[in-house]
């Protein structure tokens, strides 16, 4: 009899614990089913109680949904709005304009437009983190842009342009010499033609009208020998020929005396491009402070254009990507904003805005490219 008892009191014993740990279980379930779950976009069999990076594609985590995530047999709606790309979910940098595979041939992952009001704010960034990127703002302005043109060169040793020259001063001579005797009326007529062919080379070989005119009354020895003066030959890149002008003022500079400056002036263009090198010769006149400059010597010439008033951000502020250049603006909702730029030209950390901003808007100034990466990854 009180082995029965002891043998009913385990058995009670036994069923007790049982159901202690199924509701133990079933609370256990229930704690881990109201508790955040984040799981893996390309491997949705991954989960995890926190946030983190998926270890097989390493992507960001994405948190479920409230509401016991997705059933069996349940259908996941599709996100809705217009695709704006497709992005590479191994490398999140590279996004395709149409669908596509990567070289492990998994597919890109469709980016789906935020909507009037998400792209209305921006690329949004805390004020914690702006702070430890170091993003900092700053106004585009109109200021006085002035643009130092540079160039290299050497001061000038042309016996070929020296003989034209002397050559195209003895048949003005001979024509003036006869062109007032009625006798020579046919020599004068040829010797016109010859002095006229002779003045096309020089116009040719750079000179200018101005220079031509008053050939007789210089000898050019300078192309030869130094003396108070001499000529420098300077070659210019192409794109800034529209601010070349004869007339404008150039320092020079020589190694042979680092530190000093020589004073010219821009005597003569060019007429014609050099196919090879892209640049166009300018010639100029340098005064020559105790002879010090001799033929053949290597120099740089710097000149400086004020261009007027022009709207001007810092260089630094651009992100090039390919083709296009752009810069995030700050908007009304303290949002970066990106725009396409059309720009111009570009000296002393500063360059040219032809369109996209105006005068008084707040832009990114620095760290614009950890804001670009993040507008990728966001699909901005």
């Known amino acids: 009899m009180k082995n029965k008892i002891i043998l009913i009191f385990m058995a009670f014993a036994v069923v007790g614990a049982g159901v202690f740990l199924y509701l133990k279980r079933e609370r256990t379930e229930a704690a881990a089913t109201a508790a955040e779950v984040y799981y893996c976009p390309m491997h949705p069999d991954y989960t995890s109680l926190k946030p983190g990076e998926?270890?097989?594609?390493?992507?960001?985590?994405?948190?479920?949904?409230?509401?016991?995530?997705?059933?069996t047999g349940e259908t996941v709606p599709a996100p809705s709005g217009r695709i704006k790309f497709y992005r590479n979910p191994m490398n999140p940098e590279m996004i395709s304009r149409t669908p596509a595979k990567d070289e492990m041939g998994m597919d890109y992952i469709p980016v789906y437009g935020d909507g009037d009001e998400k792209t209305k704010k921006g690329i949004e960034i805390s004020g914690e983190t702006r702070e430890l990127i170091g993003v900092k703002t700053g106004y585009a302005g109109k200021k006085d842009f002035i643009l130092k043109i540079r160039a290299s060169g050497k001061i000038a040793y042309d016996p070929a342009l020296y003989n034209a020259i002397n050559e195209h001063r003895q048949n003005l001579r001979t024509f003036n010499s006869i062109s007032s005797d009625p006798a020579f009326s046919d020599e004068r007529d040829?010797?016109?033609?010859?002095?006229?062919?002779?003045?096309?080379?020089l116009r040719q070989m750079g000179l200018s009208e101005e220079e031509i005119a008053g050939i007789e009354k210089s000898d050019y020895a300078n192309l030869l020998l130094s003396g108070e003066t001499v000529w420098?030959?300077?070659y210019f890149y192409e794109e800034y020929l529209p601010y070349l002008k004869p007339g404008g003022e150039a320092l020079v500079r020589v190694q042979a005396y680092p530190g000093e400056m020589f004073y010219g002036l821009v005597k003569s263009i060019d007429r014609i491009i050099s196919a090879e090198t892209r640049t166009i010769k300018a010639r100029v006149e340098i005064k020559n402070r105790k002879e010090a400059l001799k033929p053949?010597?290597?120099?740089?010439?710097?000149?400086?254009?004020?261009?007027?008033?022009?709207?001007?951000i810092p260089s630094d502020s651009l992100v090039k990507t390919g083709d296009e250049t752009v810069i995030y603006a700050v908007n009304e909702n303290g949002g970066f904003e990106k725009r396409s730029l059309k720009t111009g030209l570009s000296d002393a950390g500063y360059t040219e805005v032809i369109s996209g901003l105006k005068e008084g808007e707040k832009i990114v100034i620095s760290s614009n490219f950890l804001i670009d990466s993040e507008s990728k990854l966001k699909g901005k």
């Open 54 to 71: 998926c270890p097989i594609c390493h992507m960001d985590l994405v948190k479920k949904e409230s509401g016991g995530g997705q059933k």
């Open 190 to 201: 040829r010797m016109g033609k010859i002095a006229d062919s002779s003045g096309l080379r």
């Open 232 to 234: 420098g030959y300077f």
């Open 296 to 312: 053949e010597m290597y120099a740089e010439a710097e000149i400086s254009l004020n261009l007027g008033k022009r709207l001007l």
